[in-house]
């Protein structure tokens, strides 16, 4: 039973950094991807970053050389670094994985519940 967890959400200043960690619990036998997407009121969710099982990250345009991705395979978490924050920031924020949880099994979906980021000008 695989669960993912976001935490760090909050109200920051624009300009300012925020860290969200969205930790994830249950056997993994290997992540096909790793990502944050997030979504504004009235908008679509959109994908913000994504980081591979080898290492390789991905960005949206509007958070490149802002945001950064990562992964601690140790504490089981895969973190997005938020800096020079913008309101156009504002929104909740998912984590999301495809994973495998067995060698030869299936890959599945996983959603995590969102957290909310807000930027204030």
């Known amino acids: 039973q695989v669960q993912l967890v976001e935490s760090g959400g909050g109200l920051v200043q624009a300009g300012g950094s925020l860290r969200l960690s969205c930790a994830v619990s249950?056997?993994?036998?290997?992540?096909?991807?790793m990502a944050w997407y997030r979504q504004a009121p009235g908008a679509q969710r959109d994908m913000v970053a994504t980081?591979?099982?080898?290492?390789?990250?991905n960005y949206a345009d509007s958070v490149k050389g802002r945001f950064t991705i990562s992964r601690d395979n140790a504490k089981n978490t895969v973190d997005l670094q938020m800096n020079s924050m913008k309101p156009e920031d504002t929104a909740v924020y998912y984590c999301?994985?495809?994973?495998?949880?067995?060698?030869?099994?299936?890959?599945?979906?996983?959603w995590g519940q969102g957290t909310q980021v807000t930027v204030s000008s």
């Open positions: 249950g056997s993994i036998f290997s992540f096909n991807v």
């Open positions: 999301y994985t495809l994973a495998k949880q067995r060698a030869g099994g299936p890959t599945y979906q996983y």
């Open positions: 980081i591979t099982g080898g290492g390789r990250t």
